[in-house]
């Protein structure tokens, strides 16, 4: 009895704290044999919720806690942050720290609007998400890398989803050509939750059609084929946040044929004939009137009256004429 004392005394000093120890024992109470269990140690895990939800132009806070294996890790570490899918999706942040430091530097950030909130050295991983937009909706994953004298590194696998709520937004309306020379008229519109569309038109007899169409994640569209009416046609975007409205307008020519057709065909060309002939004659006119004025310095009936007073002028002057009159 004594030795299986000090047996059990022995074996107290070398099992580490944290194990467990199982003794067996004969029915005379003398020891069998003793088998050791280390306690379960610390593993990896990671706790986010399950959804996180804000509004459109708003911020939104994806909250990342984890636990490791390594008591007192002080090595260099990095935090990241992804956006689709867990280990292959883009990455939208990530950040570094060296050794010994709680500063994560930011290496990226997608479109500067990410930020980390948490402390990866207290095992927070926290991110803010900045200027949301209806794009940015999506399940996120968060990681950390050790990378030091211990390499090891654990990524969420389920992530936490972002759900990014708006208010309708009309992004897009217009008619266009369809089958059999008809025209058809389109509507879309975004926003969380996918906003119903209708159309109406007082040539639908004021009587709106709700003719949703297939959407794309938070846009839906809506068709209204065969218009058959000119007119004005109206969409209404409507979800639990609010509405939204466009309107497009459809002017077809309506033609002539026969008789009435040449007629109109025939006066169309005599009236751009007259006016080509009238823009002639102006431009004739004031061609006339920008003429300059000559005057013509040798009129002949001038030139013989000047010669004859001239001459007289000079008879009447010159010695010789005198000495010969009577």
């Given at each position: ?11 107290a000093c070398?099992?580490?704290m ?14 069998l044999?003793?088998?050791?269990h280390?306690?379960?140690?610390k593993?990896w895990?990671?706790?986010?919720p ?10 939104a806070?994806?909250s ?13 570490l ?8 867990p280990?292959?999706g883009?990455?939208v942040f ?10 994560c530097q930011t ?12 402390n990866?050295?207290?095992?927070d991983?926290?991110l803010?998400?900045e ?5 940015d909706?999506?399940?996120?994953f968060?990681?950390?890398?050790f ?5 090891d590194r654990y ?6 989803r972002?759900?990014?709520?708006a ?9 266009v050509?369809?089958p059999a020379?008809?025209f058809r008229?389109l509507?879309?519109?975004e926003?969380?939750p ?11 007899g ?8 297939p ?6 569209t809506?068709e ?5 009416r ?7 975007a409507?979800n639990?946040l609010g ?6 307008y ?5 033609g ?8 109109l065909?025939?006066?169309?060309l005599?009236?751009?004939a007259l006016?080509l002939l009238?823009?002639?004659a102006?431009?004739a ?12 310095t040798?009129?002949?009936p ?23 009159s009577?």
């Amino acid at each position: 009895m004594e030795a299986s004392i000090r047996l059990l005394a022995c074996l107290a000093c070398v099992i580490p704290m944290g194990s467990l120890v199982r003794t067996k024992r004969d029915t005379t109470g003398n020891v069998l044999n003793t088998e050791m269990h280390s306690a379960p140690a610390k593993r990896w895990s990671m706790q986010v919720p399950a959804e996180v939800s804000a509004a459109a132009g708003d911020a939104a806070v994806l909250s990342c806690t984890f636990t490791h294996p390594h008591r007192h890790y002080e090595g260099p570490l990095t935090a990241i942050w992804r956006v689709g899918e867990p280990y292959a999706g883009p990455q939208v942040f990530r950040c570094a720290a060296a050794r010994g430091s709680e500063l994560c530097q930011t290496a990226l950030s997608l479109h500067g609007r990410f930020r980390l909130l948490g402390n990866p050295r207290r095992n927070d991983l926290s991110l803010r998400v900045e200027r949301l937009t209806l794009a940015d909706a999506g399940r996120y994953f968060c990681r950390v890398e050790f990378a030091g004298d211990i390499h090891d590194r654990y990524e969420s696998r389920h992530g936490v989803r972002l759900r990014v709520t708006a208010a309708p937004r009309i992004v897009n309306i217009s008619v266009v050509p369809g089958p059999a020379h008809a025209f058809r008229a389109l509507c879309t519109a975004e926003g969380e939750p996918p906003p119903a569309l209708t159309w109406s038109s007082a040539a639908l007899g004021n009587i709106s059609a709700a003719l949703q169409g297939p959407g794309h994640g938070y846009q839906v569209t809506a068709e209204l084929p065969a218009l058959s009416r000119d007119g004005r046609y109206t969409c209404t975007a409507a979800n639990n946040l609010g509405r939204a409205e466009a309107s497009v307008y459809l002017f077809r020519f309506h033609g002539t044929s026969g008789a009435s057709a040449i007629a109109l065909l025939l006066g169309a060309l005599g009236l751009k004939a007259l006016l080509l002939l009238g823009a002639l004659a102006a431009g004739a006119a004031r061609r006339r009137l920008e003429l300059p004025v000559t005057q013509d310095t040798h009129p002949w009936p001038h030139a013989q009256e000047s010669s004859y007073e001239n001459l007289g002028q000079m008879n009447s002057r010159s010695p010789q004429s005198a000495a010969c009159s009577p």
